[in-house]
């Protein structure tokens, strides 16, 4: 309920009456507590998505015409991203914002649980990542193709010289998981030439593995486009790995109840564009 109250701009007591002027129209309890919590009814599932189609409904009805220029737009877009994402493509996007729409926010998450629901229930307007199963229901849309690299830090001895396989395995790794694992990809290839790495530390993100491996002789995989953004920055370059890293899908994904509505169509658009854009070297 707090929740709830907080996404429409409500006090607690306030959305507590207007629960209760929904049960008297209905004639259903809509919540029922559950341990600490509260649960829909069947009747509030059932009714679910047709009281969210009435919603989008109205508010086009209400709002702004739909031909309207992204400088009518008032909005506030959830967009659920990693890091890396961030860094390569968030300044363009708020730049781009600020100039064609100047009264939408836009709100960065962080990966968690990728799950549907966030999509399907408006808590997330747009995922921008690699995508895993997402079900037939969500809209995925590929806006960019990415390679993975290793780097090291500027100035540590990983960076002269020659990369070898043997020199490569035998090196300090920092792997990149958000769950933590020290295993991945690359150590089946090691396996194959009768190798194995030891991984010193694991981080949650792309930019974490840049600022350690700045500071220590280790080495990490990051995106390309990561590493053509923050490199100079943070103090760490590439070195050539002495096998493919392999290459990944970047995507947008998106629930279709946002398919026609102008503003989230424009962000869209304009996420999939800039995701275009030949790098800046």
Request: proline residues 6%.
């Amino acid at each position: 309920m707090a929740k709830a109250a907080q996404r429409m701009n409500l006090s607690a007591p306030a959305m507590s009456r207007t629960l209760t002027r929904i049960r008297e129209a209905i004639g259903d309890p809509v919540f029922v507590r559950a341990g600490r919590g509260l649960v829909p009814t069947p009747r509030a599932l059932a009714m679910r998505e047709r009281v969210r189609a009435l919603v989008q409904e109205a508010e086009a009805l209400l709002g702004p015409d739909a031909a309207s220029h992204p400088s009518t737009f008032e909005r506030v877009f959830t967009i659920r991203v990693n890091d890396g994402v961030v860094a390569t493509l968030g300044g363009d996007l708020v730049r781009r914002a600020r100039a064609e729409a100047p009264s939408c926010v836009l709100r960065f998450v962080a990966e968690g649980d990728e799950d549907v629901a966030a999509l399907r229930e408006g808590l997330v307007d747009i995922d921008i990542g690699v995508q895993g199963p997402l079900g037939p229901e969500v809209r995925v849309q590929t806006i960019a193709e990415d390679a993975y690299v290793a780097i090291v830090g500027a100035k540590s001895p990983l960076a002269r010289g020659r990369m070898t396989l043997e020199r490569f395995a035998h090196a300090d790794h920092v792997s990149v998981s958000r769950r933590g694992r020290t295993r991945g990809p690359i150590d089946a290839q090691l396996e194959k030439a009768g190798l194995s790495r030891r991984v010193v530390a694991t981080v949650p993100n792309l930019l974490a593995a840049a600022a350690l491996v700045s500071q220590i002789d280790a080495i990490a995989l990051v995106a390309e486009s990561v590493l053509r953004k923050v490199g100079t920055t943070m103090g760490v370059r590439r070195v050539q790995a002495p096998f493919p890293l392999g290459k990944v899908i970047v995507a947008q994904a998106w629930h279709p109840r946002f398919d026609h509505d102008p503003a989230h169509a424009w962000l869209r658009r304009t996420v999939k564009e800039l995701a275009a854009q030949k790098p800046k070297r």
